[in-house]
């Protein structure tokens, strides 16, 4: 049974910064691509950083490339998402994704959508005044 779980949430000032973090659990086989989307009340589910565990090659939404980086580390098995300068539409539940399928031929879209993922975390909440 694989599992995610995201932390890292909360308050925060505009212009400040954050630290997310997800957890996999379960997984025999490491997911090839892994993401970050955000979703605000009322609104779609948007992809904003994605990583390709095979390579650590990244993608990125317009909104947030130069302020929001994601990395992993291997050996525990857990997804990163630094923000910094955080603006008031940077607030909404955060996800973490994942999906056994993925390749260096991925494109922005491809790696940004939701459809593409399987796997999903329950969601940690930010909040930005």
């Known amino acids: 049974h694989v599992q995610l779980v995201e932390s890292g949430g909360g308050p925060v000032q505009a212009g400040g910064s954050l630290n997310l973090s997800c957890i996999a659990y379960g997984y025999i086989v490491s997911p090839m691509c892994m993401a970050w989307f955000r979703q605000s009340p009322g609104g779609p589910r948007e992809g904003i950083a994605s990583?390709?565990?095979?390579?650590?090659?990244?993608h990125y939404a317009p909104s947030v490339l130069g302020r929001f980086t994601i990395s992993q580390d291997d050996s525990e098995n857990i997804l990163h998402l630094e923000m910094s300068g955080l603006k008031p539409e940077d607030a909404g539940t955060y996800y973490c994704?994942?999906?056994?399928?993925?390749?260096?031929?991925?494109?922005?879209?491809?790696?940004?959508?939701?459809?593409?993922?399987?796997?999903w975390g329950q969601g940690t909440q930010v909040t930005v005044s």
């Open positions: 994704a994942a999906d056994f399928r993925g390749s260096r031929g991925m494109t922005t879209s491809q790696a940004l959508a939701a459809w593409w993922y399987t796997d």
């Open positions: 990583i390709l565990t095979l390579d650590a090659s990244t």
